[in-house]
């Protein structure tokens, strides 16, 4: 197989560069000749049929990555740009240390090339100009146009040195191979390029394709994509698609200028991304002008990927150019990740979770138009077919705890979160009913009046924040309640749950939905169940405006890391701490500190560090709380100054901001009751902290100084609920200092706006040459909201 391929070897010491057809034309083959170290690559997946879903593309091995011009070239298209091609290479390179078969399909030798010949003509001119004047001046030189074949002559070289001395830097060879159409429409040529890069691709090689832009002829016109055997090579967007049914590729990965493929052209009003594209849906895109330079555009690119995709392998187009995502588009596509447009045969039966957002916030305005009665009717529904279809949920959810039991990857605190009893259902009745109460007075209550001037009146009013997500592990309780929080909210509400209950979670869905039917609001609450990862939910900054997420602080600190420009209600730990005073009732101590520990030790608002004052230390009392907490079975680790005390101590801890979530916690000692407060304000979360003592003094200073979403006197840690404050159930605990702190109830879920109503009043009617005065009156707020003055 002689074609021009140009192999490049590197070892830690020597770099070999061999032009087959040149310098060993007569000799044995490439495998055969050069002992090159490389990786064990499992064979590609059987193909025929492309990836039905994004998570399916970590399971790709064979994959082509086509840069585009706007990619490879700089904004002046004189040049290439270094910095994206770098971290580009060292993706690729890092996908074939893993065991991937990586080719690229490249562009950039006629950006290279101009910048070259440009050089040599101004290098040319100014010493012509310098001879013939005698100086060595600039004067109004001007450069010839630079025929495009001439300029990839003269680049294709650079680039290839470019690739080679980049991927060098990661230990991985690479080789050249230049096409045109006619090496896919020969026969032989065919069959001599597909065994050229299966040997590559073998020894571990990374391919870099071009076309020969220097031998090229213009493209036909009305030549392309005839089929699924034919396509006309007249881009490397058809390069692409071509090479990777002819390799079959498991994945196409097309970068280019823009984030994907939008339903009409990109910066224009309402223009939409798709996050996925299906056969078929072409009618439903206009296409705009090409990219800056290339001499493709979207239309190609679109019509290549589905080329491609009927011959069996995935695509995705992405924006390999923004500086923020370059540097990791192409293994977040390979991960699965919502990045760019995926190209699938495969249309789900159900919407996507785009338009399910979409009509959720539909529906949810309608539902915070109803009347407050409507809306407490809703969740009185809800709260009865809890109760009367018990026996379908408990089903249910029997279900999901024998398959988490058989799978055993759920910790005993997890199973108890995730299991349901007839009692749980009970409950949660009552507290939906409390819910159903609470929303008579909530959205279009006036919260502020204010007479501004005469005939002016401005009134604050709450309303729905808008649509919610909300993520919640293994806690299918968590549904219903949170649903009726919504509801008595006005707000339209996106669930994700984890698959641990999705049989659970399924059914309590349908029964919220069939309650929301009462007055035709059914899809104001959905309940997602696409492959979608928790990060690509908290990239729908533009759909949704909260996120509240409710599980482990693990689950917690990673959606605050995810979100982009949507606010996360909630926090990230619950290191909740119980003082021990010097004025501490034995009994209520022992109480106190066994509620709050072993009550339910997974809990966010069980107690993870035990303060005890210096004086307590070697008491009766101080003997008591130890052998209670063994008793309870209670793991003890000892703070730095508690351990200093004891002969022989228990395991030191490792961090005094600890959350254990589980049968285990701290002992630390105090001098003081400032010492207390100081020690919490250092290692607490500022969820929910107690203090135990008889000196109401005491407690009034620690109530007082502490700043923590909660603070108790002699009451457990575990009081800090929703359902236990009255607020009939909670959407989560939130330690933030804005909006919402603690339990988050129906409170927590509304926001306001300003109403303001006048007779043609105008500004200019206040100034100094005008006619009106500002009043600023205070007006009584009525007790009664808007709504339930008019009929409805």
């Known amino acids: 197989i002689w074609c021009f391929v140009t192999y490049f070897r590197v070892t830690s010491h020597t770099s070999v560069l061999l032009k087959w057809g040149e310098i060993l034309p007569n000799v044995t083959p490439l495998s055969v000749l050069v002992n090159v170290p490389f990786l064990t690559v499992p064979l590609a997946r059987a193909h025929g ?43 690729v390179a890092m996908l074939q240390n893993q065991g991937r078969e990586m080719m690229i399909v490249t562009s950039g030798a006629v950006a290279f090339g101009k910048q070259r010949l440009r050089h040599e003509i101004l290098l040319s001119q100014s010493v012509r100009q310098a001879l013939h ?52 429409h020969d ?50 967007d058809s390069l692409a698609a071509r090479l990777a049914v002819e390799m079959r590729a498991d994945l196409l990965i097309a970068l280019s200028d823009v984030e994907g493929l939008y339903d009409r052209p990109p910066g224009s009003d309402d223009a939409k991304l798709l996050d996925t594209f299906y056969p078929g849906d072409q009618h439903s895109i206009t296409y705009g002008t090409k990219s800056r330079v290339g001499i493709g555009g979207m239309e190609a690119k679109v019509k290549s990927a589905l080329w491609a995709l009927q011959g069996g392998t995935s695509v995705v187009i992405a924006n390999g150019t923004h500086p923020k995502v370059t540097g990791h588009v192409i293994t977040d596509i390979v991960e699965g990740k919502k990045v760019g447009t995926f190209f699938s045969e495969v249309k789900p039966a159900g919407p ?31 709260a009865d077919l809890l109760t009367e279809r018990k026996e379908d949920i408990l089903a249910a959810n029997k279900k999901d705890m024998e398959l988490a039991v058989t799978a055993g990857r759920l910790s005993p605190s997890m199973l108890k979160r995730l299991s349901l009893s007839s009692a749980k259902l009970n409950s949660l009745a009552i507290g939906l009913r409390q819910i159903a109460v609470s929303s008579l007075d909530s959205v279009g209550r006036v919260l502020r009046r ?42 339209a509400l996106l669930l994700k749950g984890g698959k641990e209950a999705a049989n659970t979670n399924h059914i309590l869905h349908e029964l919220a939905q069939e309650a929301l039917s009462l007055h035709g609001v059914k899809d104001a609450i959905q309940l997602v169940s696409t492959r979608e990862d928790v990060e690509d939910l908290c990239r729908l900054e533009k759909m949704i405006d909260l996120i509240i997420p409710r599980g482990s602080s693990q689950l917690v600190r990673d959606i ?31 109480k106190i500190v066994r509620d709050s520990k072993c009550d339910y030790p997974a809990a966010c608002n069980a107690m993870e560090t035990l303060l005890i004052h210096r004086d307590i230390l070697r008491t009766p009392l ?36 600890t959350e254990y979530g589980d049968l285990e916690c701290c002992i630390e000692v105090v001098d003081s009751l400032q010492d207390a407060i100081d020690h ?69 879920l509304l926001t306001t706006k300003w109403v303001l109503r006048g007779d043609g009043h105008a500004v200019a009617d206040f100034s100094e040459q005008g006619s009106m005065k500002y009043l600023h009156e205070n007006l009584p707020v009525s007790h009664t909201i808007p709504s339930q003055r008019t009929s409805n």
């Open 49 to 91: 049929k492309s990836f039905a879903h994004r998570g399916e593309l970590r399971q790709a091995k064979r994959i082509v990555v086509k840069l585009g011009s706007a990619v490879v070239t700089r904004g002046d298209e004189c040049g290439l740009a270094l910095g994206r091609l770098a971290s580009i290479v060292e993706q």
């Open 133 to 184: 004047s005698g100086q060595n001046q600039l004067k109004d030189m001007s450069l010839p146009v630079l025929e495009a074949r001439a300029c990839a002559a003269a680049g294709q070289s650079g680039l290839m040195a470019l690739y080679e001395a980049m991927f060098t830097q990661y230990s991985t060879c690479t080789a050249q191979i230049l096409v045109t159409n006619l090496d896919f």
């Open 187 to 236: 026969d032989q040529k065919r069959r001599n390029l597909n065994s050229t890069l299966h040997e590559l691709l073998r020894m571990n090689i990374v391919p870099i394709i071009n076309t020969n832009d220097a031998v090229v002829p213009p493209p036909e016109p009305n030549s392309d994509l005839q089929g699924v055997n034919v396509i006309s090579i007249k881009d490397n």
């Open 352 to 382: 996507t979770v785009e338009q399910q957002t979409e009509m959720a916030r539909a529906a949810g305005r309608t539902l915070a138009s109803l009347h407050p009665d409507q809306r407490s009717e809703i969740i009185c529904s809800l």
């Open 450 to 491: 204010t007479r501004v001037a005469n005939n002016l009146e401005l009134e604050q009013i709450t309303v729905p924040i808008g649509v919610l997500l909300v993520i919640f592990e293994s806690r299918p309780d968590c549904l219903p309640q949170v649903s009726a929080l919504a509801i008595a909210s006005g707000n």
């Open 560 to 590: 605050q890391r995810a979100a982009r420009g949507i606010p996360v209600l909630g926090h990230s730990e619950g290191i909740c701490h119980v003082y021990i005073d010097i004025d501490g009732s034995i009994d209520k101590v022992i």
């Open 622 to 657: 101080f003997d008591q709380i130890i052998d209670m907490l063994r008793t309870e079975r209670v793991k003890i680790h000892a703070g730095p100054r508690f351990a200093s005390y004891l002969t022989f101590s228990p395991s030191e801890v490792k961090s005094l901001r």
């Open 680 to 748: 919490i304000h250092k290692y607490g979360s500022s969820h929910t902290d107690v203090i135990v003592t008889e000196n109401e003094e005491t407690a009034e200073h620690f109530l007082q100084q502490l700043d923590s979403a909660c603070v108790f006197w002699n009451a457990s840690s575990r009081f800090a609920d929703g359902y236990r404050f009255g607020l009939g159930a909670e959407v989560g605990i939130s330690t933030a200092r804005i909006h919402a702190r603690g339990p988050v109830g129906l409170e927590g």
